[in-house]
């Protein structure tokens, strides 16, 4: 199994700044792509950011330029510094990593974080 723990959320005021992060442990072999999704009250759960392995970064356009998502690979650690913060942030964040579990099955398997709250207020 894998475990992730996420830690950094918390209350802040609006054009204020959080670092939420994301530590993955048990059964890993590589890790392949690493993300941060939300969920605000009443709204589906939605893509933040994501990055690979080899850095790629993708990111929701309604972050681009105030959310940078960064990995400490040799940690397992994924990271995401959230600057300029709208009250329309404010939502659960939750990290997802898809991973290898062995040399020999190559197939990816995901799993998601419990979750930390952020709240921005105006």
């Known amino acids: 199994q894998v475990q992730l723990v996420e830690s950094g959320g918390g209350l802040v005021q609006a054009g204020g700044s959080l670092r939420l992060s994301c530590a993955a442990s048990g059964r890993i072999f590589s890790i392949n792509t690493m993300g941060w999704y939300r969920q605000a009250p009443g709204k589906q759960r939605e893509l933040v950011a994501t990055i690979t392995r080899g850095g790629s970064t993708n990111y929701a356009d309604s972050v681009k330029g105030r959310f940078t998502i960064s990995t400490d690979n040799a940690k397992n650690t994924v990271f995401l510094q959230m600057n300029s913060l709208k009250p329309e942030d404010t939502a659960v964040y939750y990290c997802?990593?898809?991973?290898?579990?062995?040399?020999?099955?190559?197939?990816?398997?995901?799993?998601w974080g419990q979750g930390t709250q952020v709240t921005v207020s105006s």
């Open positions: 997802r990593i898809w991973v290898r579990i062995s040399r020999t099955n190559t197939l990816d398997y995901d799993y």
